[in-house]
């Protein structure tokens, strides 16, 4: 299995940034992709952003292009997504989330661990 711990999450008023963090452990070397996940209230879960392990290939949601950024450090086993000019609609829970194999996690499928979630809140 992987464990994954987000942290980073907090409050930000409108324009600011955040940058998010997730550390693996376990089976690191499973890790395929890397992937971040939203959740508002009320709402459903929505795919962020994904970025092969090996290859650091990235994907985004076409509505966040430009805003975030997902990285990875291999050594250190941790995924970042660093998020900038943050808006009130960007308030939610924030998941990451590992993919062991296919190609659907860059469409926001097939990941097969997640942590807790971290909360990101944007004021305006």
């Known amino acids: 299995q992987v464990q994954l711990v987000e942290s980073g999450g907090g409050l930000v008023q409108a324009g600011g940034s955040l940058r998010l963090s997730c550390a693996a452990s376990g089976r690191t070397f499973s890790i395929n992709a890397m992937g971040w996940f939203r959740q508002a209230p009320g709402k459903e879960r929505e795919f962020v952003a994904a970025?092969?392990?090996?290859?650091?290939?990235?994907y985004y949601a076409d509505s966040l292009k430009g805003r975030f950024t997902i990285s990875r450090d291999n050594a250190k086993n941790t995924g970042n997504l660093q998020m900038n000019s943050l808006k009130p609609e960007d308030t939610a829970v924030y998941y990451c989330?590992?993919?062991?194999?296919?190609?659907?996690?860059?469409?926001?499928?097939?990941?097969?661990?997640w942590g807790q979630g971290t909360q990101v809140t944007v004021s305006s």
């Open positions: 970025i092969s392990w090996s290859g650091g290939y990235t």
């Open positions: 989330a590992t993919s062991s194999g296919g190609i659907g996690y860059s469409r926001g499928r097939g990941y097969d661990y």
